[in-house]
């Protein structure tokens, strides 16, 4: 890591705040629309700091092509179903969230 390079830092400071929580502790943010699924393609960090660098543009993509959006009611119960635990990393005032499968 370039300890001179904000964005790196940054980087690095989001990947520290990334967890693997059950999914069940996440439901109220679904239940707002707050939780948004990221798709096993992308990196789940890396996806987290162009939202919180408001890249609209690379945001936007993303939603596009179907690899960033809310969470689906089918996803929710699936995740409830299985007690699953997910990726999540706060992004105010969003909660992103990765199938745990996804980064085994």
């Not at 092509?65 to 999540?88: I, K, N, T």
Request: aromatic fraction near 8%; hydrophobic fraction near 50%.
């Amino acid at each position: 890591m370039d300890e001179s390079n904000p964005q790196e830092i940054y980087r690095a400071k989001v990947n520290l705040e990334t967890s693997r929580i059950a999914w069940k502790e996440l439901q109220r943010f679904f239940a707002s629309g707050a939780a948004l699924a990221v798709s096993p393609a992308l990196d789940l960090v890396e996806v987290a700091f162009q939202i919180s660098e408001d890249n609209r543009e690379a945001v936007a993509g993303w939603v596009s092509a179907g690899h960033l959006g809310p969470v689906s009611d089918a996803q929710a119960l699936a995740w409830v179903e299985g007690d699953a635990e997910v990726w999540a990393v706060v992004v105010s005032p969003y909660v992103l969230v990765q199938g745990a499968e996804s980064l085994q």
